[in-house]
Every structure is written in structure tokens, then in C-alpha cells.
């Protein structure tokens, strides 16, 4: 009788021991957070890439200290706004998340920061290039581009000094990064021995440039400098040839583009751009994301997603390092990671600053983008 009992009672029980056992086995969703202005064509490629480095390293069956995992994005839209960017920071803080990849803008990315820092959440920005975001020194900050600062060093060096460009007339958008790249570069052209010729800011949406270039008529500057949004990028490029000026033109940002050079294909002026990267059409591997990019998304992957792909595959290559879902043990990885990513090597000093960062001065010749000289920074 009792072993019969006790055969029922197996019977009854068998199912609820299966459930326990197969709950115990169910992976554990652990969320990555991206943040970006995803209205934009760039950040919303860098989007897209994140998704694809996750859907990736699913497909390997993770596990940290012995648990089955599953990756997730968490997207938020920033817009570019400050506010908007605080609220989401606090949205991740609050939330599972084990790092953060954004923010996409410098401004953003540095008003996040301290929200990050306080709450000990790692952030690394797949595009800001700004000193000011590791300046401050925190600990959960990381920097996957070399910064503004040591990339304009580099190239008012070799345009002042080289290229003989010594009357340089700065622009800037009157926005953060905008406004603390024309100081850094003033200040590099004029160690390197050049002449600020004139200095000026203009709005930020605007796209009437008749004022600085009327001016310009009037200085002739061997190199018009402008540090500010793509597309006023773009309306000053193709303006220089309206008002007959034979000065040169050097910008920032994410205009080594095809699109780029579409609109401003007509320019007879020398056109440059300062980047944050080695060229990388070059690195290894860089060809193969783009086919899985362009069969995944049915478009072309910008430049620059390819370090929100490196961004979230750091996250979880610092997860496993650390065998932990810790945050704090997540940020004390990534200050001793050494990771070959697409972009390039990728390793931190203590302020969350890439080591030994590249950058490429490239040159529109023939309606192409063309590297015009690489630097690599000490």
C-alpha cells in the first residue's frame, strides 16, 4: 500500500519537478542599453549594428558563471536633447541593464555621464570623441574613439607645418563639441606656429553661411576650419565655390561618406576631414560585417556603426571576463580588457580613454574619399 502511495504521489509530482527543472534551465534575458538621436540616419546605423552584434553572440549559447543568457537591446531615443538624454540615463540606471552603449552626440554622451558614474553603470560611447567625456575622470566612463583634442594636435601639425596652411579662419556651431574643437584646434595652429585669422561661431540649424564667407572674401585664409553638424558641413562645402574663395576646407564628423560626397560633389574647393579612426574599409573583417549589415538590414552600414558593433561585443566580452552580471565587476573588466575589435585594438587607460588612438586626414579627390595621411597618437 505505501509503495503504491508513493507511486501516485510520483506520478502527481513528475510534471511540477519537471517545470522546476526546465525553469532552472531557462536562460536569463540580460539587457544591454543604446542610446542615440535614432531619427538619424548614423545613430540609427549604429543601432542596427548593436542589434546584429547581439543577435550574433545569441547564436554562440552564452553562459556567465554557469547560467545560460540571452542579450538583449534596450534602445532609447535620445533625440539630442539634454533633457531627454538625463531621463534615459536614469531609465537604464534604474532598469537590468549591464552597460550602456551612447551616448551618439558628445553633448549627450557628457551629460549622461555623472548619472552613469553615480549609479557605477559602465557607458561606452560608440561615437563621441570628446575630451571632455573621460576628463572628469570616471571610473564608468569609456571612450572607444581617440579624443578630439590629441586628433586636432595631430592635424594642425601637419597643415600648419607641412602643408604650409598658416592663416586658418575657425568655425564652430556654437554647440559643446563644436565650440571645444575650434578652441582646441586655435589653440594646436597656433603652437604649430599659424595664425587664427578669425574666429566666429554660427547657429546651429542654420544654413546661411553669407556672413563668415563674405568675411572670408575679405581675409583669404590659406584653411577655413568648421566643427559642426554634417549637413551645415555639406551647405558650407558646396557654398565655398559660390563666393570664389580658394581656401581650403577642413571638417569633423561623419562626413566621410558616400552621401557626403553626393551633395558636395560640385565644390572645386579642396575639401578634408579629420576622423577618429584608422580607414577602415581596411581592417580585417570590416568587409564581411558589412555583407551580414547589408543582408540583415537590406541597407549599407555607415562608418561609424561598425563601433556600436565593437561597443556591445566589448560589454559582453567584459561580462565573461569578469564571469559576472555585476556592474561594478563588469567596469573593473573593462579597465583590464585588451579586445581586437573590427575598429582596431581596443584597451583603456584609467580615465576610460582608448590607448594609443588613430586618426585619418582624409582628402574628396575624384569624387572619392582618400586617406591623405593617418596619425597614431602616443
Known amino acids: 500500500m505505501c509503495s503504491f502511495r508513493r507511486f501516485i504521489l510520483l506520478l502527481l509530482t513528475a510534471p ?5 527543472i526546465a525553469a532552472e534551465e531557462l536562460p536569463k534575458i540580460v539587457q544591454i542599453g543604446f542610446a542615440g538621436p535614432l531619427a538619424e540616419i548614423n545613430a540609427k546605423s549604429g543601432r542596427n549594428a548593436a542589434i546584429l552584434a547581439i543577435e550574433e553572440a545569441n547564436k554562440s549559447n552564452p ?33 537590468n541593464a549591464i552597460g550602456v552603449v551612447g551616448h551618439w552626440t558628445s553633448n549627450a554622451t557628457v551629460i549622461a555621464a ?27 566612463a569609456f571612450q572607444i574613439l581617440g579624443s578630439d583634442d590629441a586628433g586636432l594636435a595631430l592635424a594642425a601639425d601637419y597643415l600648419v607645418r607641412e602643408q604650409q596652411l598658416k592663416r586658418i579662419f575657425v568655425l564652430d556651431d556654437g554647440a559643446y563639441l563644436g565650440m571645444s574643437m575650434a578652441d582646441y584646434l586655435s589653440n594646436h595652429v ?29 581675409i583669404k585664409p590659406d584653411l577655413i576650419f568648421f566643427s ?22 577642413l571638417v569633423t564628423g561623419s562626413v566621410v561618406t558616400d ?38 538590414f537590406n541597407a549599407d552600414m ?33 579597465h583590464e580588457i585588451k579586445y581586437n575589435g573590427i575598429t582596431g585594438p581596443i584597451s583603456f587607460d584609467a580615465n576610460g580613454a582608448l590607448v594609443k ?18 596619425f597614431t597618437a602616443k
Open 16 to 20: 511540477f519537478a519537471a517545470h522546476a
Open 63 to 95: 553562459r556567465i558563471n554557469g547560467q545560460a543568457v540571452i542579450f538583449d537591446l534596450m534602445e532609447q531615443d535620445d533625440k539630442a536633447d539634454p533633457r531627454i538624454t538625463e531621463y534615459i540615463a536614469r531609465l537604464f540606471v534604474s532598469s
Open 114 to 140: 555623472p548619472v552613469y558614474n553615480a549609479a557605477g553603470l559602465a557607458q561606452i560611447s560608440p561615437a563621441s570623441w570628446s575630451r571632455g567625456f573621460t576628463q572628469k575622470s570616471y571610473k564608468s
Open 190 to 218: 597656433k603652437t604649430a606656429g599659424g595664425e587664427i585669422v578669425y574666429r566666429a561661431s554660427v547657429n546651429g540649424k542654420t544654413s546661411d553661411f553669407n556672413a563668415p564667407l563674405q568675411k572670408a572674401q575679405q
Open 228 to 249: 559642426g553638424r554634417v549637413i551645415q558641413s555639406d551647405v558650407l562645402a558646396r557654398n565655398l565655390q559660390r563666393f570664389n574663395l580658394p581656401s581650403k576646407l
Open 259 to 296: 552621401s557626403f560626397l553626393r551633395d558636395a560633389d560640385k565644390t572645386t574647393n579642396t575639401v578634408m576631414a579629420i576622423v577618429p579612426s584608422t580607414p577602415l574599409e581596411k581592417r580585417p573583417g570590416m568587409a564581411a560585417l558589412q555583407k551580414k549589415y547589408a543582408e540583415r
Open 302 to 334: 555607415l562608418p561609424f556603426a561598425a563601433y556600436s558593433y565593437d561597443c556591445v561585443n566589448l560589454l559582453i566580452a567584459a561580462a565573461k571576463k569578469a564571469n559576472s552580471l555585476e556592474r561594478s565587476k563588469i567596469i573593473d573588466a573593462l
Open 357 to 374: 588612438p588613430s586618426f585619418t586626414l582624409y582628402i574628396m579627390e575624384q569624387h572619392k574619399w582618400v586617406p591623405l595621411r593617418v
